[in-house]
């Protein structure tokens, strides 16, 4: 069973920065794609980026340009770095991991954002 532990959540003021961290359980070297998805109660989850594979990226428009995906192999951690963060960015930050056709998921880790 894979487990992914989420950190690095908390309150920031906007323009500030927060790092999330997804620790899996297992390696990440062969995994489909392993990312970050974020929901707002009483909303739908929102993708908010994906690392995949082959090490190609994707992210919401939203937070094209201040968000950034990377992966340690080696760590078998996955990082979200955001930068210049908005009050809308608020949401608790899920971690997934898609591994041969079955998704696992993180606890979720709070971001909030004053303004």
């Known amino acids: 069973q894979v487990q992914l532990v989420e950190s ?3 309150l920031v003021q906007a323009g500030e920065s927060l790092r999330l961290s ?3 359980s297992g390696s990440i070297s062969s995994i489909d794609s392993m990312g970050w998805y974020r929901q707002v109660s009483g909303k739908q989850r ?3 980026a994906v690392i995949r594979s082959g090490g190609s990226r994707s992210y919401a428009d939203s937070v094209k340009g201040r968000f950034t995906i ?3 192999n080696a760590k ?6 955001m930068n210049s963060l908005k009050p ?12 041969a056709g079955v ?3 993180g606890q ?6 004053s303004s």
């Open 76 to 81: 078998n951690t996955v990082y979200l770095q």
């Open 103 to 105: 998704t696992y998921w």
């Open 46 to 48: 929102e993708l908010v």
């Open 70 to 72: 990377s992966r340690d």
């Open 108 to 113: 979720g880790t709070q971001v909030t954002v």
């Open 8 to 10: 690095g959540g908390g």
């Open 88 to 99: 809308e960015d608020t949401a608790v930050y899920y971690c997934y991991e898609l591994r």
């Open 22 to 24: 997804c620790a899996a």
